[in-house]
């Protein structure tokens, strides 16, 4: 392969007309002889530019509304042809095709088209094919030839040209193809998990992932793992597309956990109540709401005021200064929330080293999407958990029935339940969490763990009793034995919530009626693993 290779031909036809202008005078002030098609043509030549029409290239015009305008071998052949292979030389001189250096493409709209809600035929309309045929063809020819599908590599391309007199490295158009292969894998895979969401099929024999860099990350979970942080373009709010107003850049497991906080924050209407989530290691060790934001924050941190060091607090509503000034009462790593007063960031600037995340708006908890996890050789693909359940999906199993406060407190302990690793249990007073019980292997250990957690926070405050006396309590799953439900009862909690379904049902329900607990079933489990 020949190192350097010099620029003599660019073809550019593009549909993000950014920076076109300035790239096309960079390259017509080298002698770089100009290609075009349609739309970019005409920008081109209205800004005084000397353009070739690909239809003259080709001797054939563009038609059928554009569809066919570069598949033709005038066009790939100038692609395609190895510049030191006697027979492509020989070939492409008999037939008058033209060498093309450089091929600056950037595909329809098609991901913003879908994004926008359009319907199924513009959406066809909207995948481009000329545009991914040239690039894999010019990516494929990276020996010779230069291909740009990114508007911000305008500045690379150019800069590359100054110090090569005219001339690309090979290191430079292979770092440009595999960015070119990764831009068309990404937009088939748009069109293709478009398509199966558009006819319905559940289960493609093919399913592929894609994301855009946002960020290289320090490292990930551990030092010694490399990093970095990709997103789907989706748009949902959150972590992906927050705006850092301050503090370092956030870690692996900084942006694992926020997203956390904030996807179980979103649960709780802001037009309803103020509401707070505390995240420690993707669990929450303190979730309350409240009528301002002050009194939400305060709740969810005396549940466990230990783990609340070094964690990451979600809002869902904007922060304002008061609440501001207590959260930087001690070390927390990051702050999100949907907005943030200036008062408020001020207060936090005194605090380097706390990163505030602001997104404009709140996750849809009820809205659908894809959830995927590696394992050793593939994928397992679900619908993300987005499965609610209001006043009127419970069954009440007991012969005590709750109280209309005891139901909140079990709405608000099922949303949370939600969000804990399995096995869960949430012990919940006045719609507050007072005990969190996650990740053990025995629903029992659960119960107890949680109950300790109340205990240890009661001696810290000075509480006569811990708060689980007279507590809600819920259970990601169902009791497969009265033994977890016992635990509770002696945790002191009144009431019960839990998706039902085991077979010993009849016989946990008789002992929370023996015990007086009220209890109901969700028919609907969380589980979290």
């Known amino acids: 392969m020949t190192d350097l290779h010099p620029v003599r031909r660019a073809l550019l036809s593009v549909s993000d007309k950014t ?47 554009g569809r066919v305008k570069t598949l033709h ?14 027979a492509h030389v020989a ?85 440009l193809a595999q960015k070119a292969y990764a831009r068309t894998g990404a937009y088939d895979a748009a069109v293709s998990n478009w398509l199966a969401d558009a006819l319905q099929i559940d289960t493609p024999k093919r399913r592929v992932f894609a994301g855009e860099l946002k960020q290289p990350l320090r490292y990930g979970e551990n030092s010694h793992q490399q990093a970095a942080f990709y997103v789907d373009g989706s748009g949902r709010p959150g972590v992906a597309t927050a705006v850092q107003h301050q503090g370092k850049e956030l870690s692996y497991n900084n942006i694992n956990d926020t997203d956390a906080a904030f996807e179980l924050v979103a649960e709780f209407d802001p037009r309803d109540s103020a509401a707070c989530a505390i995240i420690k290691h993707a669990n929450p060790c303190g979730v309350a709401t409240g009528a301002t934001l002050l009194e939400a924050y305060k709740a969810a941190f005396d549940c466990d005021r230990t783990s609340a060091f070094g964690g990451i607090v979600a809002l869902n509503r904007p922060l304002d200064a008061e609440t501001a000034r207590e959260i930087t009462g001690i070390f927390t790593e990051v702050v999100i929330a949907p907005g943030a007063t200036d008062e408020a960031k001020a207060i936090f600037a005194a605090k380097k080293n706390l990163r505030l995340l602001t997104t404009e708006a709140l996750p849809d908890p009820r ?18 958990d987005n499965g609610h359940v209001e006043m009127d999906d419970l069954k009440v199993v ?35 969490t007072v005990g969190v019980g996650a ?22 405050l000075g509480l006569p009793q811990p708060l689980t006396i007279g507590s809600a309590v819920a259970s990601d799953a169902f009791f497969p034995f009265p033994d977890g439900l016992m635990e509770a009862a002696a945790a002191g909690a009144t009431c019960v919530i839990q998706p039902g379904g085991s077979m010993r049902d009849d016989e946990v329900i008789a002992a929370a ?4 607990l009220a209890m109901v079933f969700t028919g609907m489990r969380h589980f979290r693993h």
């Not at 094919?129 to 020996?143: D, L, S, V």
């Not at 996890?373 to 994928?379: N, Y």
């Not at 406060?405 to 608000?412: A, G, K, S, V, Y």
């Not at 690793?421 to 507050?432: C, L, P, T």
């Open 439 to 460: 990740g053990q292997m025995s629903r029992v250990d659960s119960a107890l763990i949680a109950a300790k957690k109340a205990e240890r926070m009661a001696e810290a």
């Open 91 to 175: 070939a492409m001189q008999e037939h008058g095709i033209g060498p093309i250096d450089l091929l600056v493409v950037n595909l329809y709209p098609f991901e913003e088209t879908v994004a926008k809600g359009a319907g199924y035929d513009e959406c066809i309309e909207n995948i481009d094919i000329g545009g991914p045929a040239m690039i894999r063809a010019a990516a494929k020819n990276h020996a010779f030839v230069n291909v740009v599908v990114d508007v911000e590599d305008y500045s690379a391309l150019l800069d590359q040209l100054e110090e090569n007199y005219g001339k690309t490295s090979l290191g430079f158009r292979q770092w």
């Open 398 to 432: 007991t012969k005590l029935a709750p109280t209309p406060e005891q139901m909140r407190d079990l709405l608000f302990a099922w949303k949370v339940a939600k969000h804990v690793k399995s096995n869960a249990i949430v012990y919940v007073k006045n719609e507050a």
């Open 513 to 516: 009626d023996e015990a007086g």
């Open 19 to 65: 920076g076109l202008i300035d790239l096309g005078k960079a390259l017509a002030d080298r002698g770089v002889e100009l290609l075009s098609t349609g739309g970019t043509a005409k920008a081109l030549r209205d800004a005084g530019l000397a353009v070739k029409d690909v239809s003259e290239v080709t001797g054939f015009p563009e038609m059928m509304d």
């Open 73 to 86: 071998p005038m066009v790939h052949g100038g692609l395609l042809a190895l510049r030191d292979n006697d």
């Open 367 to 384: 809205a659908g999407g894809l959830a995927f996890r590696q394992v050793a050789g593939g994928l397992l693909v679900q619908d993300k």
